[in-house]
């Protein structure tokens, strides 16, 4: 059972990390969180905490990539409950990041990073 929440979690695959990538829509819900901390991976531990406010239409990460990454992938997944879709990202409220289908693609990035997710009806 460990193992299947890990992999829904966090899997190291193609040479660097998926995040939630098999978390359930409903995990995502207005008012929800998902939590990690101290994760290990071979690119050294990775903590996250996201909340879901769809409410106000939007996601909040904050995100503890580890310095060991490198140039290795980045990727979090955001499954949104059904009639939910991911508009712009952007990090720190700032540059945007690209988005790929429910994918958003953190490649490059290292250290703690705030991640604001637009969610459009």
């Known amino acids: 059972i460990l193992r299947m929440y890990r992999s829904m979690l966090v899997q190291e695959r193609d040479g660097g990390l998926h995040l939630l990538q098999g978390t359930p829509r409903r995990w995502l819900e207005t008012g929800k969180e998902i939590a990690l901390r101290r994760a290990p991976t071979r690119f050294g ?6 909340r879901s406010d769809l409410a106000a239409g939007a996601v909040r990460v904050r995100l503890e990539v580890p310095e060991g990454i490198g140039g290795a992938p980045v990727r979090l997944k955001l499954r949104l409950p059904a009639g939910w879709r991911l508009g712009e990202v952007r990090l720190g409220g700032g540059e945007r990041l ?24």
């Open 45 to 50: 531990p990775v903590s996250l905490a996201c």
């Open 98 to 121: 690209r988005v790929d289908g429910e994918w958003v693609v953190l490649d490059g990035r290292r250290g703690t990073l705030e991640i604001v997710a637009v969610a459009i009806r």
